[in-house]
């Protein structure tokens, strides 16, 4: 578990980032989970990951639409290397009620496309709909101060 200020966050997710590029053999995507309470820090995340893969929309937490899909431009990233993924998919399941509205977005489009990043808030309310994760980030307010949160690569 790690204390991760506000201000420490684009290194965090770098970090992050560096770790989820280095598999070049998959054949999916690769899916990222991202448990914690609500107010945790979970989309301001993916927020800072979206910046960081040169997506220039504002990302807002796909609570209520579930899923946004972003394409990321092509070119060197700010560290000079070939991007890995050329879509960023941000879902959000956190009002997930039933499982069928998982199923209406035709998951294994997006889920079997192995240039796409797949980054989950409330992963485990999608239950056996989202194959394993590659990663999971556990994030917690719990006992951090205003400006920092616990982040645990689990
Ligand atoms: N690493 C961090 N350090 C300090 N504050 C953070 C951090 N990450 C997020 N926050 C703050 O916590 C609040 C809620 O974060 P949010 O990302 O919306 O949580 P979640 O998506 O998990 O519900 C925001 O005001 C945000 O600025
Ligand atoms: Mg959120």
Known sequence: MQKVPLIELPEFVRNVTAMLAMDRHNTK??????????G????TFVQQLARQMGVREVVQSP???LMKKY????????????RRFKNLVHIDAYRLENPKEFAALKPAEFLDD???LVVV???????????????????SAD???????YIEVI
């Not at 995507?29 to 609500?38: F, I, K, Q, S």
């Not at 006992?143 to 949160?149: I, S």
């Open 143 to 149: 006992g951090a101060g205003e400006q920092e949160r």
């Open 71 to 82: 394409a990321l431009p092509d070119g060197l990233n700010p560290m000079g290397q070939k």
């Open 121 to 139: 808030e409330w992963p485990e309310r999608l239950g056996s709909a989202l194959p394993k994760a590659d990663l999971n980030l556990s994030f």
């Open 40 to 43: 945790a820090g979970k989309t």
């Open 29 to 38: 995507a690769v899916v990222l989970g991202l448990r914690g309470e609500l």
């Open 63 to 65: 609570t209520y639409v």
């Open 114 to 116: 192995p240039s796409n």
